[in-house]
């Protein structure tokens, strides 16, 4: 596209708009058109990216043909490849995972050889500013970090951990790239990991909504405060999840 970005987006909503998909209230990149109690159609945009789904095949075709006749798009198909993000179509249902983003990473940094770790952490480990301690690159650790908040968008289980090391970015320490890279070695033990969406028929009864929540009570040793952890589970399947102190 050689529109600047905010002509572009102002064009594309406007034509969502007129196809009468309204924009998500909590989330802006999503568009919405409700065609009955029973049936939508989904539209996910990042800048000039799109992706497409919802119950309705012939909406979903009346919508892609007129995305084309007003834009210079490709239709890449069926998707299996999304910001990063992969998915793979089994019997099961839908698996999404990063496997090549973590491989990306993992050379990156030179960790391809790793030892891979069974755990994400060492037993009962507190990071603290350990001002004694002798300083890292902050540039690499900010980017080693910022790479791991990005594969928490297919790994729930490392939230906390990437959380709680992504506090000492402003002043990273020997201990605080230690316990980053146990993380990446953890994640290169567990490449096959990701996360299911299973397949579902009419009349299945077992999609139902279940939360969790928990708290580490005063759990930071420097300021004393909470980590709250929460996550939302569709059949099953984790579909929202946070860490936040």
Not at 29 to 34: P, R, S
Not at 42 to 60: A, H, N, P, Q, R
Not at 176 to 189: D, S
């Amino acid at each position: 596209m050689k529109q600047a970005p905010r002509a572009w987006n102002k064009r594309i909503n406007s034509f969502l708009t007129g196809f009468g998909f309204q924009k998500c209230s909590i989330e802006h990149g999503v568009h919405i058109k409700t065609i009955s109690e029973t049936e939508i159609v989904m539209l996910c945009l990042y800048v000039d990216d799109l992706l497409i789904t919802g119950s309705s095949l012939t909406v979903i075709e009346s919508l892609k043909q007129g995305l084309k006749s007003e834009f210079e798009m490709i239709d890449l198909g069926i998707l299996s490849y999304f910001l990063g993000i992969e998915f793979a179509y089994t019997e099961k249902g839908i698996f999404m995972h990063q496997r090549k983003y973590i491989f990306e990473v993992l050379k990156k940094f030179k960790m391809m050889g790793c030892k891979p770790a069974d755990t994400l952490a060492t037993l009962n480990v507190k990071l603290v500013k350990s001002e004694d301690e002798g300083s890292v690159d902050g540039t690499m650790f900010r980017q080693f970090i910022g790479s791991l908040r990005f594969i928490c968008h297919s790994r729930p289980e490392v939230a906390f951990d990437v959380g709680l090391v992504n506090r000492f970015m402003s002043d990273p320490r020997q201990k605080h790239l230690i316990a980053a890279k146990r993380i990446m070695r953890y994640l290169r033990g567990t490449l096959r990991y990701g996360i299911l969406f299973p397949h579902h028929t009419k009349g299945d009864d077992s999609l139902h909504l279940v939360a969790y929540s928990d708290s580490d009570w005063f759990g930071d040793l420097v300021d004393k405060r909470s980590t709250m952890r929460q996550v939302f589970l569709l059949s099953r399947s984790p579909i929202s999840w946070s860490s936040k102190k």
